[in-house]
């Protein structure tokens, strides 16, 4: 990316944003779960609806490519980092709204925290949402569920921007839910904010199935490493974690990337792990699954960025 043009485009970005949260070749690895990714040529970092309508248009008008993440999750940079701009949605965590049950919030609150503010609220409806990892608005996007809930059964309207810096608004009967799908599958538009109705519940039953909930995922997963979540998508008739297991390839490792022990449909980075070191670890497993049981393995986590 010719550097004359990410400086007009630091400089138009400037007139609006900080130099705080504008910056040049930020490591991704910084916001990513998976902890690896080489250097972002300009990161951005709007903060409400007004800033990525804003940040928008200008990448666009300026003609540079963008790349829009939230937490990180579910991603792996690869080590040569990513050219033209990223935005980050992380610091879009206005809220707008907490009444009766309504809660309109930005969508770069991870479900975590969005689940334990309506817990404070004495709110009950997303507590299913406590152990998802990502954002709101990766879940609204995923139409993300787990443990007998799903988005689509708490969302109301939802505030977006396309590429021009155009501000969208969705009614719920407009999201094209299903599973694991919204409109924005196909509209590629960003997900700014979130309208939830939530019912009023007892607080001290909120909390306990979210403990339950909490509990029940942390005695399964390899949360005390980084990692970019399930690595495979689960393939017709199995589950990638047990082929991945009876092929005896737990604790299989390339650099620091690693095949969990605790959980073999995981890869996780026990310390400085490449991006190349996942990559070559995610198709020798490919390849002796292949081997052993005739399963083709396809990587749920998506792939973006360039080679060193």
């Excluded at 400037?14 to 300009?42: C, M, Q, Y």
């Excluded at 965590?93 to 049950?101: M, R, Y």
């Excluded at 609204?140 to 809930?149: E, Q, R």
């Excluded at 399930?230 to 017709?236: A, I, L, V």
């Amino acid at each position: 990316m010719a550097q004359n043009n990410i400086d007009a485009l630091k400089s138009v970005l400037l007139t609006e944003l900080p130099e705080t949260r504008v910056r040049e070749s930020e490591r991704l690895a910084e916001h990513t779960t998976f902890k690896i990714g080489g250097p972002a040529d300009i990161f951005v970092e709007p903060v409400n609806m007004h800033e990525l309508s804003f940040v928008l248009k200008s990448i666009h008008d300026s003609g540079i490519p963008v790349t829009v993440i939230g937490c990180g999750s579910n991603i792996l940079v690869k080590d040569g980092g990513i050219r033209g701009a990223v935005v980050s949605l992380r610091h879009m965590t206005q809220i707008k709204d907490c009444n009766d049950g309504v809660l309109c919030v930005g969508s770069g609150f991870t479900l975590k925290e969005v689940s334990e503010f309506a817990w404070e609220q004495g709110l009950t409806g997303l507590e299913f949402a406590i152990g998802i990892p990502g954002t709101l608005g990766g879940a609204v996007f995923m139409n993300a569920g787990a443990y007998d809930g799903e988005m689509s059964y708490v969302v109301t309207e939802v505030q977006a921007v396309d590429f021009q810096g155009n501000i969208k608004h969705y009614d719920a009967d407009q999201l094209d839910f299903a599973y694991r799908h919204s409109i924005f599958h196909d509209n590629h538009e960003v997900i700014g904010e979130v309208l939830m109705s939530l019912k009023a519940g007892d607080k001290t039953a909120i909390k306990e199935r979210m403990d339950d909930l909490t509990e029940r995922r942390e005695s399964k997963q390899p949360l005390e490493f980084a990692s970019a979540g399930s690595t495979f998508k689960r393939p017709p008739g199995y589950f990638a974690g047990t082929l991945i297991e009876q092929t005896g390839l737990k604790g299989l490792s390339v650099g620091d990337a690693q095949i969990s022990e605790k959980h073999a449909g995981f890869v996780i980075n026990t310390g400085n792990a490449s991006a190349n070191d996942v990559l070559n670890l995610i198709a020798e497993v490919q390849r002796r699954v292949y081997d052993e049981h005739g399963v083709h393995l396809e990587p749920e986590v998506r792939m973006i960025g360039e080679d060193e």
